[in-house]
């Protein structure tokens, strides 16, 4: 028996299924709901609009050694590229994602679209390169399409290098021939951390930041050019990085993203087993927050000079005081970053703001009552992952209610960084 499996847009990224978020993998995914009882599927790779046959093992082969967790069957092998990397299901707990893996990711055209057609963000970029860029030497680490750089050069800048490790920055390079400006940038194929350029440079710029500002730890590399290259006096682009947290009540986003799932039957079945297995190991998720639901003022988590900050500096515990304003229900907490890129130019992924395609990042909670008065003291404690992927870190949220100087409830709960 042959199942004809369309597959549309959906990907996969460490387990998780979505279309439209900033890091999409282009890689065919089958879940094993799906396969039933066939011998072999018929795969359509979107993007190549090419088909390939996929025998399949039997079911039992396919969950071997995998405790609540679901299994994807990889088919990368049938179209894998000489030197690409083998993927195994078995890698997926220790986070299998190779270097080559993530830099792949990169090279889908669809990423970059995200990114350049999120105006709050790339015309802030703009409108910063142009008011400092003239007649510095530039850097610019992660280059993508190199609109940054090309920013760079049309402000006047006096040279301008670009690097990634990504396969598309050969299209960036042809860009920048095609918009007259091969003679003034220069692109390197490779990582910050393994090249070896001949200059010193008074600006350094990048678009390094992940969803809730710390995810894929991009900004470990921009702080190695950096302290390799930047002239004294010199600056980074963006100069500063500020990390927020408010109390959230939306019934609607407990529910898709939270345990308000599980918390009433699911097809006429008790489920909330499931919400007690999801409570010990919460993850983060990017939302559309609406000003309304946040139940007070944010505070400020991380606040880091990155001209100076130190790559450990983003790793941090900190206390928020969080007062609430209206009697609600804590569904969770809303975390956004905000940077200064030059002068006055802001870029924020606050609720209050212009939506970007970082939206703002969700941590569940156990729900719990608030009235108008109380005080939520959190302390918040972002560290690097010890196992799993490396480049999502892990959110330790420690915190008591005050109620007329009485503390009415206590929580604890660990948060794993993701991709979206």
């Given at each position: 028996?042959?199942?004809d499996?369309?597959?549309g847009?959906?990907?996969?990224?460490?387990?998780?299924?979505y279309?439209?978020?900033?890091?999409r993998i282009?890689?065919?995914?089958?879940?094993p709901?799906?396969?039933?009882?066939?011998?072999g599927?018929?795969?359509?790779?979107?993007?190549t609009?090419s088909?390939?046959?996929l025998?399949?093992?039997?079911?039992?082969?396919?969950?071997?050694?995998?405790d609540?967790?679901?299994?994807?069957?990889d088919?990368?092998p049938?179209?894998?590229a000489?030197?690409?990397?083998?993927?195994?299901?078995?890698a997926?707990?220790?986070g299998?994602?190779?270097?080559?893996?993530?830099f792949?990711?990169y090279?889908d055209?669809?990423?970059?679209?995200?990114m350049i057609?999120?105006?709050?963000r790339t015309?802030?970029?703009?409108r910063?390169?142009?008011?400092v860029?003239k007649?510095?030497?530039?850097?610019?680490?992660?280059?993508?399409t190199g609109?940054?750089?090309?920013?760079?050069a049309?402000?006047?800048?006096?040279?301008v290098?670009?690097?990634?490790?990504s396969?598309?920055?050969d299209?960036?390079?042809?860009?920048a021939?095609d918009?007259?400006?091969?003679d003034k940038?220069?692109?390197?194929?490779?990582?910050?951390?393994?090249?070896?350029?001949?200059?010193?440079y008074d600006?350094?710029?990048?678009?390094?930041?992940?969803?809730?500002g710390?995810?894929e730890?991009?900004?470990?590399?921009v702080?190695?050019?950096?302290?390799?290259?930047?002239?004294?006096?010199?600056h980074m682009?963006?100069?500063?990085?500020?990390?927020?947290?408010?109390?959230v009540?939306?019934?609607?986003?407990?529910?898709?993203?939270?345990?308000?799932?599980?918390e009433r039957?699911?097809?006429?079945?008790?489920?909330t087993?499931?919400l007690e297995a999801?409570?010990?190991?919460f993850?983060?998720?990017?939302?559309?927050?609406?000003p309304s639901?946040?139940?007070?003022?944010?505070?400020?988590?991380?606040?880091?000079?990155?001209?100076?900050?130190?790559?450990?500096?983003?790793?941090?515990?900190?206390v928020?005081?969080?007062p609430?304003?209206?009697?609600?229900t804590?569904?969770g907490?809303?975390?956004?970053f905000?940077?200064?890129?030059?002068?006055?130019?802001?870029?924020?992924?606050?609720?209050?703001?212009?939506?970007?395609?970082?939206?703002?990042s969700?941590f569940?909670?156990?729900?719990?009552?608030?009235?108008?008065?109380?005080?939520?003291?959190?302390?918040?404690?972002?560290?690097r992952?010890?196992?799993?992927?490396?480049?999502?870190p892990?959110?330790?949220?420690?915190?008591?209610?005050f109620?007329?100087?009485?503390v009415?409830?206590r929580?604890?709960y660990?948060?794993?960084?993701?991709?979206?």
């Open positions: 028996m042959l199942l499996l369309r597959l847009s959906i990907h996969e990224t460490r387990g998780f299924r279309g439209q978020s900033r890091r282009q890689r065919p995914l089958i879940s709901s799906w396969l039933g009882g066939a011998h599927v018929i795969l359509e790779i979107p993007w609009g088909q390939r046959f025998p399949i093992p039997h079911p039992s082969a396919l969950f071997q050694g995998r609540n967790v679901t299994n994807y069957l088919p990368w049938f179209w894998r000489p030197g690409d990397p083998v993927w195994h299901p078995s997926m707990s220790e299998y994602w190779s270097d080559n893996d993530y792949a990711s090279a055209p669809g990423v970059h679209r995200l057609q999120d105006h709050a015309d802030a970029y703009r910063a390169i142009e008011a860029a007649g510095k030497r530039v850097l610019d680490i992660g280059t993508g609109i940054l750089s090309m920013f760079a049309r402000a006047g800048a006096a040279k290098d670009a690097v990634d490790s396969g598309i920055i299209v960036a390079r042809e860009l021939a918009n007259g400006f091969a940038i220069t692109f390197h194929r490779g990582r910050a951390e393994d090249l070896d350029l001949d200059s010193e600006l350094v710029i990048s678009e390094w930041m992940g969803f809730f710390l995810a730890l991009m900004f470990e590399s702080i190695h050019a950096r302290d390799r290259y930047l002239t004294p006096g010199g682009l963006p100069g500063q990085l500020r990390l927020r947290v408010a109390p009540d939306d019934s609607h986003v407990h529910e898709d993203l939270g345990i308000g799932l599980w039957p699911v097809y006429g079945l008790d489920f087993r499931l999801e409570v010990q190991s993850l983060t998720a990017a939302c559309d927050l609406k639901s946040l139940l007070g003022p944010a505070d400020t988590v991380l606040d880091l000079n990155l001209d100076s900050g130190t790559a450990d500096d983003f790793f941090f515990t900190s928020a005081t969080l609430i304003e209206r009697e609600g804590v569904h907490f809303g975390g956004w905000e940077v200064d890129l030059a002068g006055d130019v802001e870029l924020s992924c606050s609720p209050m703001h212009v939506q970007t395609h970082w939206r703002q969700f569940p909670v156990r729900p719990f009552p608030v009235e108008r008065g109380d005080v939520i003291r959190m302390v918040m404690d972002a560290q992952a010890e196992s799993g992927d490396q480049r999502l892990v959110y330790f949220l420690d915190g008591e209610v109620r007329d100087g009485q009415i409830h929580f604890f660990r948060h794993h960084g993701s991709f979206e």
